[in-house]
């Protein structure tokens, strides 16, 4: 009993004098958040970070506390690298980044890009970019980064070869373009007169992208055409709207419901070109976001069945909003209803066609099952 008595008394000497410290570090003057950093500077056994990391650990906090898994903070490096995928383009050296299993990072030029050009060997280490060494980049999104930046501009580097043997050599390389494609077109294995859109996101130059391979198909003399969206987890709202439009001769789109709860319509402005082919649509518990506005719009609009699995269930719109070090907040600001008004929050979409993916030898079941319904059964949606 004794023994209790004195580990009690002990326990609380600490959580008093714990209590103490923060009374005495207590200044109504101060704003909440500047008396919390004003203790953590004075009492904290470690130098605090600098003033702008704690900015953004606070700003990631501040989001946090939405509970909203939507809503969040991007910070500048891969903030770049979405500007740039939704872009569909990029100015950079021409060459792929990995980490070996010893952290190195080692440097795969592309043909004919300016790294290839300039004479750089594959598996090459990265030393340093822009004399900052590899080693104090925060990450890799960071490096990444680093390396793109407007075409035309100059980025130096620092290369040792891959057996570290030797000493290094030093480039300056100029930027160019590059091309991010989000659309690929092709005839189906199975038949060629199935043809197949794969969608893998929806950028700024989806929408031409698809009109191209939609018009290479069709030169090729398809009957029937799929649109693949599995595991295409969004992207643009305004890409979407002009993609489904291509595919509807009229028609709403997606209504959008805002705090307010006032509804804004999205709807075909005129006659799509691609509206007279029988059309299935693939997805899975990866489609996502506006891939998901734009399988309900086509099926609801009565122009396309869908094939595949239940998808996930984003029903929420955000707007990106740029800050001035280059980060970004995604902010929910509204949701998105389907053409009939039904929200897919939670839920996502049923298919038409329930079928589970298949094994990554032999044909797709999904283009298998495609191929009989649009041009043996003539299946409509």
Do not use: C
């Amino acid at each position: 009993m004794a023994v209790l008595l004195a580990v009690l008394v002990i326990l609380s000497v600490f959580l008093a004098g714990y209590v103490l410290g923060l009374v005495r570090a207590r200044d109504p003057n101060l704003g909440l958040v500047r008396e919390a950093l004003a203790a953590m500077n004075t009492y904290s056994l470690d130098p605090l970070p600098d003033e702008l990391r704690l900015e953004r650990s606070m700003i990631h906090a501040a989001i946090g506390a939405l509970n909203d898994p939507f809503s969040v903070y991007v910070e500048p490096a891969q903030h770049e690298l979405q500007a740039d995928d939704l872009a569909g383009e990029f100015g950079g050296i021409g060459a792929l980044l990995t980490i070996d299993e010893d952290g190195r990072v080692l440097i795969t030029p592309l043909a004919k890009g300016p790294a290839q050009v300039a004479g750089i060997q594959p598996g090459s280490v990265l030393v340093s970019v822009d004399r900052v060494q590899v080693p104090l980049f925060p990450s890799l999104p960071d490096l990444i980064a680093s390396l793109r930046g407007p075409e035309g501009t100059k980025v130096h580097l620092v290369i040792r070869g891959s057996d570290e043997v030797g000493g290094t050599l030093e480039y300056t390389l100029t930027r160019e373009r590059f091309d991010i494609p989000s659309v690929s077109a092709f005839l189906s294995p199975l038949d060629p007169a199935l043809g197949v859109i794969k969608l893998v996101r929806f950028a700024e130059t989806s929408p031409a992208e698809l009109e191209a391979g939609y018009d290479s198909l069709r030169d090729q003399g398809i009957q029937a055409l799929v649109l693949d969206l599995r595991d295409n987890g969004g992207g643009l709202l305004d890409s979407t709207v002009s993609i489904a439009s291509f595919f509807l001769p009229s028609g709403i789109v997606l209504k959008e419901e805002r705090v307010d709860h006032q509804q804004k319509e999205y709807r075909v402005e005129k006659p799509g070109r691609a509206t007279d082919l029988p059309l299935a649509i693939f997805i899975n518990e990866n489609t996502a976001s506006a891939a998901e506005v734009l399988a309900a719009a086509l099926r609801e609009n009565r122009r396309a069945l869908l094939i595949g699995s239940q998808t996930f269930g984003k029903g929420t719109v955000q707007a990106v909003v740029e800050l001035s070090d280059g980060s970004s907040l995604h902010i929910t600001t509204a949701r998105w209803l389907t053409p009939e008004g039904k929200t897919l929050d939670g839920t996502g979409l049923v298919p038409d066609y329930p079928l589970e993916s298949g094994s990554e030898s032999g044909p797709d079941p999904y283009l298998t099952l495609a191929q009989h319904l649009l041009l043996h059964e003539s299946v409509g949606p």
